[in-house]
């Protein structure tokens, strides 16, 4: 059973950088063909794809969030990581890992979700 | 980047209810548009795929439709659980992206 588990700070100083991990228990994210990435939600609001990455270490982001956004991956922790740089209150959201079958593809599976909020 | 809009923003219905909701996509998306169902508190769940194909384990009663531009999701007979919000995606270019959410409630 595939499981996705988000891990992280749950508060954010603006200005600084949002770091989050996802634990995969129940596939390996080095021999899956699967991509792996991060979608947020700001509360009360609607879905916003952020990026994913392929194992290998080819990424895709969002071109709104390009310049402040990195995902990689750990494959001998069997985690992927999301970095947000210079967070503002607009960033303040539950943030899901996900896996998908392709770079922007339908997510089969997400974590439960992570609430992030950015205050001082 | 591709919009995409959702209507209605919500929907009252009762159980037994045949309900309707529509996608719409700002430019030709093909067949690459996904729906799925969110509760409260909980993270979304896939229903429908690539348009018409239904995830494993999601009932029968939900269905998919259209190509382009534009699409459904249809739900034969509503049941309580199925009372929940629903947004469409699409996959054919990045950023991918989603409607702002039907929000089905109990009339």
Known sequence: QLQLQESGP???????????????????????SYYWGWIRQPPGKGLEWIGSVFYGGSTYYNPSLKSRVTISVDTSKNQFSLKLSSVTAAD???YYCARAPSDIGPVGYWGQGTLVTVSS | DIQMTQSPSSLSAS???RVTFTCRASQTISRSLNWYQQKPGKAPKLLIYSASFLQSGVPSRFSGSGSGTDFTLTISSLQPEDFATYYCQQSYSIPCSFGQGTKLEIQ
Request: aromatic share 0%; hydrophobic share 30%; proline share 3%.
């Open chain 1, 10 to 32: 749950g508060l954010v100083k603006p200005s600084e950088t949002l770091s989050l991990t996802c634990t995969v228990s129940g596939d390996s994210i080095s021999s899956s």
């Open chain 1, 92 to 94: 303040t959201a539950v």
């Open chain 2, 15 to 17: 159980v037994g209810d």
